[in-house]
């Protein structure tokens, strides 16, 4: 089968590539720009910098500070229609993953008379997005180079996806500097996530495979040294990378039913999607080694484990059990930890089965093992 891969938006990266928003700006025709961030990214200074730099190349700027977690569907609609009140002809999203979803939904909104609604569940619509500028304050998502936005329908509790490729994205290790530690501890495991999945899904291709095994490196190398030393520029500058080539490496090859289970966790329990994802992926690997036994062997090698045996199954459970182990150290919660009961996870097959993401893992994924996936996500992680 052909596989296609290939490259959305140009990235411009470095410390203080935020300064570069003007000129960037200017480069794709903005005259009046729609700053798209929430209140403690811009508590922080960091979309002041955008609006800065903006300001020099004399483009006239409008704040939307409204975005809310996990990006609902009513932020989208209040910031699109604050667009377009303003007559703006650029979105500027700055901030974690959420902002830049709902920046991306906002550009869709914006350029089209559609309802949010109909907007994420797939109508057609006439018009491509406004042109829109990602620059992530976090590390995780990759949601700057990728050509998804996930959007929660908050009528139906569930997070649907919404097509919008971004014209351009800004990389800034800086920004993450100030990040807490579990927040970069979460945002790291979804890029986690994103590699692991990218590597077993349906439709794997060399070019996503290579940025997924070089993300996992420097999750592995670096996200401890954040951890511990939230300060240290050199491992902020290696997750933001991992973050950006883990958002390639999925964008080509897809994630899959370890997605589909992170969205239910976050429709369902409110938790912060890297958490969902960091709880899914050991089990995750567990299901899809022994298709791909050299694959996450070369995890288990880039991880610095040996495994004495060709067997997937072998390989698997090794490899997940030292994901798990990873994972403690990094003092990521169970779902004990975090509240729930057995039956709490289990009820979420319903929206699993119903979660199309499920149907592109690279093995199939059959109605009767999703439950027991779940009932293994709780038990084998405490």
């Not at 993450?176 to 692991?196: E, N, Q, R, W």
């Not at 902020?236 to 897809?254: E, H, P, Q």
């Not at 022994?290 to 484990?305: D, N, Q, R, T, Y």
Request: aromatic letters at 6%; charged letters at 20%.
């Amino acid at each position: 089968m052909i596989r296609r891969y290939g490259q959305l938006c140009t990235v411009a990266y470095s410390a203080g590539a935020i300064n570069s928003t003007g000129e960037i700006a200017k480069e794709l025709g903005f005259t009046k720009v729609m700053i798209v961030t929430d209140k403690q990214v811009e508590a922080l200074g960091h979309s002041q910098k955008s609006i800065d730099s903006l300001k020099k190349a004399n483009i006239e700027t409008v704040i939307f500070n409204g975005v809310e977690m996990d990006a609902p569907d009513y932020t989208v609609e209040a910031g699109g229609n604050m667009a377009k009140k303003e007559h703006v002809d650029g979105i500027i999203g700055v901030g974690g993953g959420s902002v830049l979803d709902t920046a991306k939904g906002i550009a869709c909104f914006t350029a089209n008379e559609i309802t949010v609604s109909d907007m994420i569940h797939h109508a057609p619509m006439k018009n491509p997005p406004v042109k829109f500028v990602l620059i992530p304050t976090t590390s995780g998502t990759g949601s700057e180079c990728t050509f998804v936005a996930v959007i929660t329908d908050t009528k139906n509790h569930e997070k649907v996806g919404c097509f919008s490729v971004p014209s351009f994205s800004i990389l800034d290790p800086e920004l993450t500097l100030s990040l807490p530690k579990d927040i970069t501890v979460y945002t790291g495991m979804d890029a986690f996530s994103h590699c692991t999945e990218s590597l077993t899904s349906m439709q794997p291709n060399p070019h996503s495979d290579l940025l997924a095994y070089d993300a996992i490196e420097r999750i592995v190398n670096w996200l401890p040294v954040a951890y511990k030393e939230p300060g240290n520029y050199e491992a902020r500058d290696n997750l933001a990378l991992a973050s950006n080539f883990a958002g390639k490496s999925f964008n080509d090859s897809t994630v899959h039913v370890g997605h589909a289970i992170a969205h239910s966790f976050g429709a369902n329990f409110h938790i912060p999607h890297g958490i969902g994802c960091a709880l899914v992926t050991p089990t995750v690997i567990e299901l899809t080694a022994p298709k791909f036994p050299e694959k996450i062997k070369k995890v288990a090698k880039i991880m610095g484990i040996i495994v004495d045996s060709e067997d997937g199954v072998v390989i698997g459970k090794t490899v997940a059990d030292s994901v798990r182990k990873f994972m403690k150290s990094l003092n990521i919660p169970s779902c004990k930890e975090l509240g729930l009961k057995k039956e709490d996870v289990l009820n979420c097959t319903d929206y699993v089965l119903s979660e199309p993401l499920r149907n592109f893992a690279g093995v199939p994924v059959t109605d009767e093992m999703v439950p027991k996936l779940l009932e293994k996500i709780y038990d084998t992680y405490q």
